[in-house]
Nanobody
Framework: QVQLVESGGGLVQAGGSLRLSCAAS????????MGWHRQAPGKQRELVAV??????????DSVKGRFTISRISRDNAKNTVSLQMNSLKPEDTAVYYC??????????WGQGTQVTVSS
């Protein structure tokens, strides 16, 4: 079992920045990758960024150069990753979900956090 707790998000003007954090607890050593997806109203959930246990990263084309995913810490109790979002655009408005990919199980999801970018 893996539990995910997200923090950050909120309302920001276009061009501004926000930072999201996701803390994973439980069977963290079974996690192969963690990342962020987002879902805007009326749209499908889409990948934003992912970081593997080896530190490799991947980003959606729409956020490359603006967003950065990184591992903040990893100890025996928690594995925390962050998503630094710069130069935000109104089209980045969505609910952002943290997820953790676990071998042999699948994907755990956080509860989601709202990001709203005003023009």
């Amino acid at each position: 079992q893996v539990q995910l707790v997200e923090s950050g998000g909120g309302l920001v003007q276009a061009g501004g920045s926000l930072r999201l954090s996701c803390a994973a607890s439980g069977s963290i050593f079974s996690i192969n990758a963690m990342g962020w997806h987002r879902q805007a109203p009326g749209k499908q959930r889409e990948l934003v960024a992912v970081i593997t246990s080896g530190g490799s990263t991947n980003y959606a084309d729409s956020v490359k150069g603006r967003f950065t995913i990184s591992r903040i810490s990893r100890d025996n109790a928690k594995n925390t990753v962050s998503l630094q979002m710069n130069s935000l655009k109104p089209e980045d408005t969505a609910v952002y979900y943290c997820n953790a990919l676990v071998t042999g199980y699948g994907t755990y999801w956080g509860q989601g956090t709202q990001v709203t970018v005003s023009s």
